[in-house]
């Protein structure tokens, strides 16, 4: 780790984990990676503050109460649970939303009850003090400078103190990763993009669920110490700063506004900045590269931390066996090149800060 444990992504995001995914494979992945969350804390015997508060995605226009429909379904199929709200459904969980003159106006949700949110720092400490208690040695302090190849076989990489033979070696360093791969001569289809979050004082307890607003890609919800957190679009520009713009700050906040003015008095205490690896069609990559014994796992984009223990038990699988498990087999490094296998859940097009 170049910095320190949970000093990176993981403790930079809005905590949200969910499974209301639509596409074939992406649908069976994060399905799995939800259950693997609900047994999480009893497994790495560390509470981790999962709360399943419950997601609702707001609608605001027939054809995307059609598109949530279609979604709850493809959710219900896989064996997830989601309930379709109408305009008094939605009323009857957040109360506080302005339904009256709202700019856009609220049609209904699709509920998503087994949706919630994590302790982003708690989830990193328990993984570092399960891995550790397991024999993994996590050395701080201490950034990848190169990786050793010969002749087609990684044999180790350089660091700034000093070096690590091995057989075997796993990227998975999230808005890094073009960099990192770079070091292996890898080219990857991957953009790096600033996406900020931000945070308010603590208040009393207003914000039972996780709230998405349909129009404005905006997202809400309460933290156990009461601060409000909360986060919108990319920044819109390609960069490995990890902090933000103030024209985006503005642009969220104005988007919170809109869909519940009760937060306009709250005093927004920080925000801050993480970097994304932006795929062309918003979808990961688990696999091996052309290097033997080199792997890699990458492009999460703005949804990484709800896939944490899905994307750890696909990536040790694909190490430890050479084979992928289930339904990351579709997250192929070759898919871009081919055209096949192309998962586009947002259905924006092939374009990084579209996702």
């Known amino acids: 780790e170049k910095g320190y444990l949970g000093g990176g992504n993981v403790g930079r995001n809005t905590t949200i984990v969910r499974a ?16 693997l969350w609900e047994g999480l804390e009893e497994e790495l015997n560390y509470n981790v ?43 009857k969980h957040l109360p506080y939303l302005d339904f009256d003159n709202a700019r856009f106006p609220i049609y209904g949700g699709l509920l998503h009850p087994r949706g919630g949110t994590a302790r982003h720092d708690a989830v990193a400490w328990g993984y570092a003090r399960g891995a550790s208690d397991r024999g993994v040695d996590l050395i701080q302090q201490c950034e990848v400078t190169g990786i050793d190849i010969e002749n087609g076989q990684v044999r180790g990489v350089q660091t700034t103190r000093g070096a690590i033979r091995a057989k075997k ?49 905006f997202y809400i919800s309460q933290s156990d110490k009461g601060g409000l957190v909360f986060g919108g679009d990319l920044d819109f520009y390609a960069s490995y700063a990890a902090r933000g713009n103030l024209p985006m700050a503005e642009h969220v906040m104005e988007a ?8 306009g008095k709250a005093r927004v205490l920080r925000s801050w900045g993480g970097i994304m690896d932006m795929t062309p069609d ?26 944490v223990p899905g994307s750890g038990f696909s990536f040790a699988h694909l190490m430890a066996t050479g084979h992928h498990q289930g339904p990351a087999a579709q997250y192929r490094l070759d898919r871009f090149r081919t055209g096949k296998g192309v998962m586009d859940e947002e259905g924006t097009g092939s374009q990084h800060n579209l996702h």
């Open 49 to 91: 503050m999962h709360s399943q508060r419950g997601l609702i995605n707001l609608f605001h226009s027939d054809g995307q109460r059609d598109a949530f429909a279609r979604r709850g379904n493809a959710m219900i199929n896989q064996g997830d649970d989601a309930v379709l709200l109408d305009r008094e459904g939605v009323r």
């Open 256 to 263: 919170g506004m809109a869909l519940m003015p009760m937060i």
């Open 169 to 217: 070696v796993g990227i998975v360093v999230a808005g890094r990763s073009g960099q990192v791969a770079a070091m292996a001569g890898m080219r990857l289809p991957i953009e790096s993009h600033v996406l900020q979050a931000f945070v308010t004082e603590g208040l009393k307890p207003c914000i039972d669920h996780v709230v998405s607003f349909g129009m404005g890609h």
């Open 20 to 35: 209301n995914y639509f596409l074939p494979g992406n649908s069976e992945f994060y399905s799995h990676s939800l259950k």
């Open 282 to 307: 918003g979808s990961p990559i688990i696999d091996k590269t052309e290097t033997q014994g080199l792997f890699i796992d990458c492009g999460w984009c703005y949804g990484g931390f709800k896939a």
